[in-house]
């Protein structure tokens, strides 16, 4: 007799729950590298929740896979960036077994639309039906997954252009769109002032965004690698957070002991981030 499973607890549900503890926003990191033991390592930290990133990183559907097994069994949120809005690139990440998607470059309430129509089987969407081949259901191991899959699957949508910043109501108020994540540096660039994302513009139309969410009743996110900008912005009313990345702290870490043993090497500048967050 097979084994019979049931699937894990949402993104959606943590931030309803608040992972237990009512009102503490969540905390999260970038997972860049493509590697397994980092992720898995990263899982282990304690942190509420991290973020696969497949949009500016080196991650396929294979490496994603691997670091999805890696973290199962660590009590942390996963969430899965695609590189784009695309129904066939969220498909193949769904039936892998990708169940909180965090989708980009999402600039109008059309697009985040197209983007839970994805993640939908009909009538309710357009997501393909291939769920006895897939580690989504667990080779058709969770009870009636074809009825429920809607259930295990959470969406949370990237605001980062002016457009989405003017649409962000709209955004908010279309059904099946758990959360938003505002992305400074992209939002940055739209405005006109790229790599300022402590530029004043950049950082208001970030709360106004955050202002949006808590008026739609949902949760609202950000990026945000500097630990005072993090503060402030969850201050101003953010859910969760991401306040690094693998890939940066092991940069900024190798650079400091090269810069305390090797004597031409400078010291890493505080608080450095990727040229892209």
């Given amino acids: 007799m097979p084994l019979r499973v049931e699937p894990d607890a949402t993104f959606r549900d943590a931030l309803r729950n608040q992972t237990g503890n009512a009102g503490r926003p969540l905390a999260g990191m970038w997972v860049c590298s493509g590697s397994p033991l980092i992720a898995e390592l990263c899982a282990g930290a304690g942190l509420d929740w991290l973020l696969i990133d497949a949009e500016h990183s080196p991650n396929g559907l294979e490496s994603i896979l691997a670091q999805l097994q890696a973290v199962r069994g660590y009590p942390v949120q996963v969430l899965v960036r695609p590189p784009v809005?695309?129904?066939?690139v969220i498909k193949q990440y769904l039936d892998l077994g990708v169940q909180n998607l965090l989708v980009p470059m999402v600039?109008?309430?059309?697009?985040?639309?197209?983007?839970v129509a994805a993640t939908r089987y009909p009538p309710h969407g357009?997501?393909?039906?291939?769920?006895?081949?897939a580690r989504a259901s667990r080779w058709n191991r969770i009870p009636d997954y074809l009825g429920r899959a809607s259930e295990t699957i959470s969406v949370t949508v990237q605001i980062e252009s002016e457009a989405a910043v003017a649409a962000v109501e709209e955004i908010?108020?279309?059904d099946g769109v758990d959360a938003i994540f505002l992305?400074?540096?992209?939002?940055?660039?739209?405005?006109g002032v790229l790599g300022q994302q402590e530029h004043p513009d950049v950082r208001a139309a970030v709360e106004r965004c955050l202002a949006a969410a808590a008026a739609a009743g949902k949760p609202a996110g950000v990026n945000a690698f500097n630990k005072d900008t993090a503060r402030s912005y969850l201050a101003a009313g953010a859910s969760f957070v991401l306040v690094g990345a693998d890939v940066a702290l092991l940069a900024r870490g190798s650079e400091a002991l090269a810069a305390e043993f090797v004597p031409s090497?400078?010291?890493?500048?505080?608080g450095g981030t990727p040229a892209s967050y």
Avoid: I, Y
């Avoid at 809005?85 to 066939?88: I, P, R």
């Avoid at 357009?126 to 081949?133: T, Y």
């Fill in 85 to 88: 809005n695309d129904t066939v």
């Fill in 107 to 115: 600039n109008s309430a059309a697009e985040a639309a197209a983007a």
């Fill in 126 to 133: 357009v997501r393909g039906v291939g769920s006895a081949l």
């Fill in 172 to 174: 908010l108020a279309v």
């Fill in 183 to 191: 992305g400074p540096s992209d939002l940055a660039a739209s405005m």
């Fill in 265 to 270: 090497v400078p010291a890493p500048e505080p």
